[in-house]
């Protein structure tokens, strides 16, 4: 969901082309308004605004779809769902089929020529185009509010369920969305959680820990006790690296009331204010703790150097105490693991309260539609009929009640259960390239959501219950209306802090803190422009209506 900036400097040659193709993007977007609108009235005997088909007269509509490296699939006209799209909507579909790793250099090329197809799908993260500079900036990708409201009715049915709007990620800088969003739903609301060794903890009679200070009791405990019972000092009381992702130091700070994610060392208070992290008491808090933890071999001894897979491959063997991870299910580790762990609220440091960051369930783009398309209502409706509930599980599972480890069946309870057990090689449906959207009321009503998810879900809820999760998500940083100048210059700032932040913390952990070396830690923060990329952000935050 991280807005990305385009490193490809446009010649000007190029910029002629493109311009050439559509015009500038106010110019485009007038002309294309209008012509859509002369175009419907000129084939209002053809193109039908409800029912089926979508049109009487077949059309050609142009796709040009990411799909992944890894993927196998048949010619799309031979995949029945498609087929069934096709004869249901009357639209004929030519497919462009673009590897992952061929995307960027087939759409810069695509879109220099003035060329373009009708519709670019790249839902599945392979593919990626910037609406800042296709739409906002040049319009060769159209803006879509006004015809998704009008074409749209099963996307927008959807989104009106939620309690808030999924498709606010998809706003460019000039308050209009450009695209019509994929999501893949699962009603959670943090990324990870809070794991003890449940046998460790009866083993040394002792409950829970709901504050740092009884952590730290516990912790103490795991190491002297031998709590695993092979008459070995072997235990890792807390497994951990530092920046290793949910495994990681950034999931330390919240039990000191902190709620960074994984993204940035900013994040947003209760009272809408963007806060800098690094700079706080509580961030000192954190690392003093933690050194604590290091010098009395509390914590792996490798905590500085180890990397995500290392730390993942250590919890999978079984030897550790406390540890934060995304879920337990299907995540590698194996019965024992999961069988002796159990999620507990993240304990609090003094005068605190522990605060996760709060993860939005937002969509990102999925379609976009070209300024030389001619046939823009009735592409709104094929796109809406990919979305209907049958038609989206077959073209992203298979067929229903297939019998060869695909497809999809309703079960007992009128849900949707998947069949795909990932052993056919040569699939003959789309996969998770294709349009794909279900906010979290929508799958959880439809879809009988796997354990794993559940399992998720459940701490989710658990957590936001308790109140610890924070009031507004720090995902809104990442859809702040800045401009294409203001990303760059935030990427270049962000790389300075993060840098700073990393060598300041493995120095804390080590070495200690004293009132030297933080103040020395501090003091480069303002020399980079922090307080200025603090206040780009809360001028940014400030213009969002924020729920």
């Not at 311009?19 to 002369?38: K, R, V």
């Not at 490296?69 to 087929?83: I, K």
């Not at 235990?235 to 530092?242: A, D, F, S, W, Y």
């Not at 947003?268 to 009395?296: C, G, P, S, T």
């Amino acid at each position: 969901m991280k807005r990305k900036v385009l490193a490809l400097v446009l010649t000007g040659a190029m910029t002629m082309t493109a311009l050439a193709g559509c015009g500038s993007n106010e110019q485009a977007s007038t002309e294309n308004a209008a012509g859509g609108a002369e175009a419907t009235a000129e084939a209002s005997n053809n193109f039908n605004e409800t029912g089926y088909p979508i049109v009487n007269e077949q059309i050609t509509l142009k796709v040009m779809m990411a799909i992944r490296d890894s993927d196998s699939l048949t010619n799309p006209d031979e995949m029945p769902a498609v087929q069934r799209l096709e004869e249901l909507t009357n639209i004929n579909i030519e497919w462009d089929m673009i590897k992952g790793s061929d995307w960027k250099t087939k759409t810069n090329l695509m879109f220099s020529s003035g060329e373009y197809p009708d519709i670019i799908i790249c839902p599945n993260g392979e593919g990626y185009i910037d609406d800042e500079e296709y739409g906002v900036t040049q319009g060769l990708v159209i803006p879509l509010d006004d015809y998704i409201e009008k074409y749209m009715p099963i996307y927008n049915e959807r989104i009106a369920a939620e309690a808030s709007d999924p498709t606010v990620s998809l706003i460019a800088s000039d308050g209009q969305k450009y695209s019509v969003g994929y999501l893949v739903g699962q009603n959670i609301n943090t990324s990870a959680h809070t794991f003890i060794n449940q046998e460790w903890l009866d083993a040394v009679g002792m409950e829970a820990p709901t504050t740092v200070d009884e952590l730290t009791e516990v912790l103490r405990a795991f190491k002297t006790q031998d709590p695993n019972g092979n008459g070995e000092a072997d235990e890792v009381p807390l497994q951990m690296g530092l920046d290793t992702g949910y495994y990681g130091f950034r999931y330390i700070l919240p039990m000191f009331g902190v709620p960074a994610d994984a993204d940035k060392w900013i994040y947003i208070d209760d009272n809408k204010k963007v806060q800098f992290a690094a700079d706080k008491v509580e961030f000192r808090a954190a690392v003093e703790w933690l050194h604590q933890m290091y010098e009395e071999g509390l914590t792996d001894p490798e905590i500085l150097s180890q990397d995500y897979n290392t730390v993942e491959t250590k919890l999978k063997e079984g030897n550790v105490g406390l540890f934060h991870a995304w879920r337990l299910l299907a995540m590698g580790f194996d019965d024992g693991v999961a069988a002796n762990s159990v999620c507990i609220l993240p304990p609090s440091a003094e005068g605190t309260n522990a605060l996760m960051h709060r993860m939005l369930e937002v969509a990102r783009p999925g379609a976009f539609v070209t300024c030389t398309n001619e046939n823009i209502p009735a592409t709104m409706r094929l796109l809406d009929a990919m979305l209907d509930t049958e038609m989206q599980f077959s073209l992203y599972y298979g067929e229903q009640d297939a019998t060869d480890g695909t497809g999809w069946t309703y079960n007992e309870n009128g849900k949707i259960d998947s069949l795909n057990t990932g052993a056919v090689e040569v699939r003959n449906y789309l996969d998770c390239n294709t349009m794909f959207f279900a906010p979290g009321e929508y799958i959880s009503s439809t879809f009988n959501m796997p354990a794993q998810r559940i399992e998720k879900t459940t701490y989710c809820k658990d957590y936001d219950a308790a109140g610890h999760i924070q009031k507004y998500a720090n995902d809104y940083l990442d859809m702040a209306p800045l401009t294409a100048e203001q990303v760059a210059e935030s990427n270049l700032t962000e790389t300075d802090i993060n840098k700073t932040v990393w060598e300041g913390v493995s120095s804390f952990v080590t070495d200690g803190v004293t009132d030297e070396s933080w103040n020395e830690f501090v003091g480069k923060f303002e020399t980079m422009g922090v307080t200025e990329y603090v206040q780009m952000y809360q001028t940014a935050i400030d213009s969002m209506d924020l729920e």
